[in-house]
């Protein structure tokens, strides 16, 4: 569909009434009050089920060149990029039993990388790897993870099943103190936090939910003993079992179809469908991605960026559902920016907007036999309001007897729990499991939890200083008063739907600090007025779009409907121009941000 088939006039008026409309069906008073940490309670919902087994060891009390917090994507390229400029002992703290991150711990059935693998997955061109799938299954992303911290050889320092509890700033030794929860403490000259910012899971925080008979478990915690089976399927353990899962974002995409495959019926719980668009996932040949000339997947992973950031790349080298609609995400992205005038700028992208939704919503009637649960399954909102889906199996799987949806818009969602099962809508379904596919609480680890105390120069805490002045940083990944403290991650730095690029560069970024202030004595300290300026050039470009999420419907993007919560976060002008600008300040401006040491390191 193009522009000139888009509603316009009276129809696009009326677009618009249905847009506010649903919104307001779905907007809660709690906000995100409605959901619970995974750990609260019995804390049972957050165990690891992947542990291998009790790790007795005995607390570790020495001293190592870089502590990682974190053994994700981010952690590991940290790591990995910190080995490039030849530091040696580095270790990383890792909550999981493995590296991996958010692929450690989610293995539901069905799940895949939904970025395309070949510029998802980092350092292909250093380890050599080519991903067989257009969109590689999680455990081909997750032994990549490991693949990348071995080559880099991060294991052998590496403290798994082991979360950091604190960091305090030793003034005197100027360097780190670490604690952790299995009674470590140990120093470092450096610490690096690569937390994530989508790796607390969090549920519904309904009545009975821990009274429930049957199974219940998180997405990101599957019981494959309750259900048989491998990512790959074969759940065997649900034939004839009357099965619910609550939640119908990028998560429950995917997992639905391989639960209706095996379960005796299947009961989909859903407030808010998801915008489902064509997948095409294929086996891709190395020859199709240019792999095996050097730099392959660079070049190509720059080029999705581009495309994604709105900058324009020339040819398209991934062509898929992410760069067709590039122009419709930007509005995800503070590098927004508008051509012409502001007024046809908003109407052209409005119309562009209702014809890519009316395109996902015609594709749901061409696909759903019955015309009651297509018409249930069709999202009204605008593109961005959501992160988009893509499946080819997802919407078809509505046709199947066994598979019934229950829309739960009208009550907020899932009312209570009971021991036999869940109600919704004032009708109680009987379950004998009931997989939550409710997503993760934003921001919810690390530093910007108060899950882990920073202490810097002069004990200073960084939470209160955050809660008290906002967050302060030089690019996302310093800040005055914490020295040789480098955080990788999103706020005040930029963002990407390719999360891993970003994170690649930041790792970049923070082994340059660390070989430059090694190779001058000095400690990483930017200063006052250095953040300040930072602060004011995200606030002076910040776009002026967040009436855009204040009338999207509700979900984590705009704090369950109540716009952007935390003020100008990101780079205003886009991954591309952030990571130019952060190659050109450690060129000309690293220096400043270097103090000598009182004295040389031991
Ligand atoms: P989301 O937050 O996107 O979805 C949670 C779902 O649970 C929503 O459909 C929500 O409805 C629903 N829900 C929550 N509470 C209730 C309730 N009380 N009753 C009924 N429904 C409820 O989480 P996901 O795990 O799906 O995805 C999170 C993010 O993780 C994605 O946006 C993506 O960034 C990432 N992801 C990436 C993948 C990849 O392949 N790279 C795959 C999967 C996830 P509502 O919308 O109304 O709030």
């Not at 519904?204 to 939910?209: A, E, H, L, N, S």
Request: net charge negative; aromatic share 8%; with cysteine.
């Amino acid at each position: 569909m193009t522009n000139a088939d888009a509603p316009a006039g009276e129809a696009l008026l009326e677009l618009r009434r249905r847009y506010r409309r649903e919104r307001e069906r779905r907007v809660r008073p709690d906000g995100p009050r409605q959901y619970l940490p995974a750990d609260s309670g019995s804390g049972a919902f957050a165990a690891d089920p992947w542990a291998p087994g009790p790790d007795r060891r005995e607390p570790v009390r020495d001293t190592v060149d870089v502590a990682v917090v974190g053994g994700g994507f981010g952690g590991i390229l940290a790591g990995a990029r910190l080995r490039q400029r030849g530091v040696r002992r580095i270790r990383v703290v890792e909550k999981g039993g493995d590296f991996g991150g958010t692929w450690y711990w989610n293995r539901y059935p069905g799940i895949r990388c939904d970025i395309e693998s070949h510029v998802y997955l980092p350092m292909l061109d250093e380890t050599g790897y080519v991903p067989e799938w257009k969109y590689a299954p999680g455990d081909e992303i997750r032994r990549h993870a490991v693949r990348v911290a071995e080559a880099f050889g991060l294991r052998d320092e590496a403290l798994f099943s082991t979360s950091v509890t604190s960091l305090e700033w030793d003034d005197a030794a100027e360097e780190w103190i670490v604690a952790t929860d299995r009674g470590d403490v140990f120093r470092a000259a450096y610490v690096v936090t690569a937390t994530g910012t989508l790796s607390e899971p969090k549920l519904p925080g309904i009545p009975g939910i821990e009274d429930f008979g049957g199974s219940v478990f998180h997405t990101s915690r599957w019981d494959y003993a309750a259900t048989g089976g491998t990512p790959d399927g074969g759940l065997t353990g649900l034939a004839g079992k009357r099965v619910g899962v609550v939640g119908t974002g990028a998560t429950g995409v995917q997992v639905v179809p391989e639960l209706a495959e095996d379960a005796g019926h299947l009961y989909v719980f859903q407030r808010t469908p998801s915008s489902v668009d064509v997948r095409a996932n294929r086996r891709t040949a190395a020859e199709h991605v240019g792999a095996g000339r050097d730099g392959w997947a660079g070049e190509r992973r720059d080029n999705f960026l581009r495309i994604v950031s709105g900058e324009g790349a020339g040819e398209d080298l991934v062509a898929d559902g992410w760069t067709a609609s590039a122009a419709l995400l930007e509005k995800l992205l503070p590098s927004f920016r508008r051509s012409g005038d502001r007024e046809s700028f908003e109407a052209a992208y409005e119309a562009a907007d209702a014809a890519k939704m009316d395109e996902i919503r015609a594709r749901v009637d061409e696909t759903v036999a019955d015309p009651d649960t297509a018409e249930r399954l069709k999202p009204w909102y605008r593109y961005a309001c959501k992160r988009p889906t893509f499946s080819d199996v997802y919407l078809q799987t509505f046709n199947r007897d066994n598979v019934t949806l229950v829309d739960t818009a009208d009550t907020h969602g899932i009312e209570r729990m009971t021991r036999a099962g869940v109600v919704a809508g004032g009708t109680e379904y009987p379950l004998d499991c009931l997989v939550l596919a409710t997503g993760f609480s934003v921001g919810a680890s690390g530093i910007h939890s108060g899950r882990l105390p920073v202490r810097g120069r002069g004990g200073a805490g960084l939470q209160d200083l955050w809660r008290a002045q906002g967050p302060r940083t030089l690019h996302g990944c310093t800040g005055n008063g914490f020295p040789n403290l480098i955080h990788l991650g999103g706020a005040q730095s930029a963002s990407s739907v390719n999360f891993t690029h970003v994170l690649d560069e930041q790792a970049v970024h923070a082994a340059a600090l660390v070989a430059a202030a090694e190779a001058a004595g000095a400690v990483v300290e930017p200063s006052r007025e250095s953040e300040d300026a930072w602060i004011a050039l995200l606030a002076a470009d910040a776009p002026d779009h967040e009436w855009f999420h204040a009338e999207c419907t509700p979900g984590y993007y705009n704090a369950e409907g109540r716009g952007r919560p935390n003020g100008p976060m990101s780079y205003p002008h886009g991954a591309v121009a952030f990571h130019e600008l952060l190659r050109r300040w450690r060129e000309e401006s690293l220096g400043e941000a270097l103090t000598p040491r009182r004295s040389p390191r031991a």
